[in-house]
């Protein structure tokens, strides 16, 4: 008898702990995701990270429709734009290292730039205040597409190219991708090391993100790929099969797990600066005017239901993404998906609902 009571404890604490791991779905959560929850469908991981602990982590759809390989918490997503923070963060550790100062003019380290009357600082790359032509849109509007190749050495010659700027430095914000595509380039030519080396030697290993890296060569064989995908005209779905391997505007496949490391590191950073560094990437920027805007650093500060948040959305070459934090609350929400047309920033922000909603301002009409 003793022993059959022994039995049912230890079965009792199992299924405890199976019914609450992460991988086993919440209904509330489970509800937002259903749609992209088939065989059929690309899909998405997601994670949910609360006081430092990842409460739920899951994947809805199909990796690879092809060969029928589902999404799980394991598979590599293209981040996009998410991967600014991590090259934002690249910078920092060179200015700790006494290589480069964020007032820096950009001609010193990339001097084919045309003299422009005013200095474009690296902080004017970093919070999108340069004035600087975003080279996607001049890429396209020279005849190219992303489907493409974009040889370094041609864009940074068509960046070049251009003689005059949307406005002048630090007079307004104006999102534009070619400020962090110079920013890589200054993380080389400061360093000796491209971005992709950089980052994994000073953040990732040490942070032991081990499925992260920057995708500056379209050959390498990523293990546990989510392909990317869109919709095609008669409501399809095709491969997103493209050649670009630019890094710095964005490059970074990762995981959710990777991302609730680098998440943690948010809020107790074990990389050289300490707190204050992540501080100053969270930070508003003030203009020259005086007034300031919700961009930091490669982070996005801001407001939802009346409560603070931090957050960056990436969206390219058949992916979107969204890291979506609550620095109150220490909640995050991450939502990678691999079809180009879902709204990760509004189903991250339906998750946060699920969890944070009696905490939130009510929702306005």
């Excluded at 990842?54 to 734009?81: C, K, N, Q």
């Excluded at 961009?295 to 939802?304: A, F, K, N, Q, R």
């Excluded at 189903?347 to 969890?355: C, E, F, N």
């Excluded at 905490?359 to 306005?364: F, L, N, S």
Aim: contains cysteine; hydrophobic residues 40%.
């Amino acid at each position: 008898m003793r022993r059959m009571i022994v039995l049912w404890t230890l079965l009792a604490a199992v299924f405890a702990a199976t019914a609450c791991a992460p991988g086993r779905g919440n209904p509330a959560v489970d509800a937002i995701f259903a749609d992209w929850d088939r065989p059929d469908s690309p899909g998405m991981a997601v994670a949910v990270i609360d006081g430092g602990e990842t409460v739920f982590a899951r994947g809805y759809g199909m990796a690879d429709l092809e060969h029928g390989i589902p999404v799980s918490p394991e598979s590599r997503f293209y981040i996009g734009s998410t991967s600014k923070q991590f090259v934002a963060m690249s910078i920092m550790l060179l200015e700790q290292e006494g290589k480069l100062s964020l007032d820096d003019d950009v001609h010193e380290y990339v001097p084919g730039l045309p003299d422009y009357g005013d200095a474009i600082t690296i902080r004017h790359l970093l919070t999108h205040t340069s004035g600087l032509k975003d080279y996607l849109g001049l890429w396209v509007e020279n005849g190219g597409t992303w489907f493409d190749a974009m040889p370094p050495e041609e864009v940074m010659a068509m960046v070049c190219a251009e003689t005059e700027l949307n406005h002048a430095p630090g007079d307004k914000y104006q999102y534009t991708n070619t400020g962090y595509l110079l920013l890589a380039e200054i993380v080389k030519r400061v360093s000796g090391d491209p971005l992709s080396v950089y980052a994994r030697e000073n953040i990732f290993e040490p942070l032991g993100m081990t499925s992260s890296h920057f995708h500056d060569d379209r050959t390498r064989l990523i293990p546990n790929r989510a392909h990317g995908h869109l919709r095609r005209a008669d409501g399809s779905i095709g491969r997103y099969t493209s050649a670009f391997d630019l890094v710095g505007s964005g490059g970074l496949y990762t995981t959710v797990g990777d991302l609730a490391k680098w998440d943690a590191n948010y809020y107790d950073n074990r990389l050289p600066g300490g707190d204050a560094v992540i501080r100053r990437m969270s930070a508003p920027t003030t203009l020259n005017d005086g007034t300031t805007t919700d961009y930091g650093y490669g982070l996005m500060t801001g407001e939802y239901r009346g409560l603070r948040k931090i957050s960056h959305s990436g969206t390219f070459v058949g992916y979107r993404a969204e890291l979506l934090r609550f620095p109150g609350q220490r909640f995050s929400v991450i939502v990678l998906s691999n079809l180009i047309d879902v709204d990760s920033p509004a189903l991250a922000r339906k998750v946060a609902d699920a969890y944070l909603g009696e905490a939130m301002a009510p929702e306005k009409e």
